[in-house]
């Protein structure tokens, strides 16, 4: 099971660093679909961005939750947009791993954290 969940952690890292990386060099295809529901340029390299931020930290154990969580809102948005466009095989893959992301935010919620020490006064 831990091999089946690295794959899935993998794959919705690279998920999220692409989708990222896309926005940021402004590719055609993001900027016309995203234009249509009223992102500037400047909201698709901070929306891509924030994508990938959220991928990158989802690598990192003690940020693999917050990661997670900043990419699935960020998935989220993009599905709304993807219903509003009728493009329903896309949104379908969006919901499954935006699932999957919640299953990384559970395992990493799970998973003990180091303690910091205390401090003694």
Known sequence: MK??????????????????????????????????????????????AIQLIGGLLMALPKTRFAGAAIVAVTFLVSLVILLMEGNIPVSIVTVIATALLGVVMKQSWNTPRARRPRRET
Request: hydrophobic residues 55%; glycine residues 8%.
């Open 3 to 48: 091999i089946v969940s690295t794959i899935i952690l993998v794959v919705l890292i690279f998920l999220a660093v692409s989708s990222g990386i896309t926005k940021i060099m402004l590719m055609q295809q993001d900027v016309d679909f995203f234009g249509k529901y009223g992102f500037s340029n400047s909201a698709l390299i901070a929306y891509g």
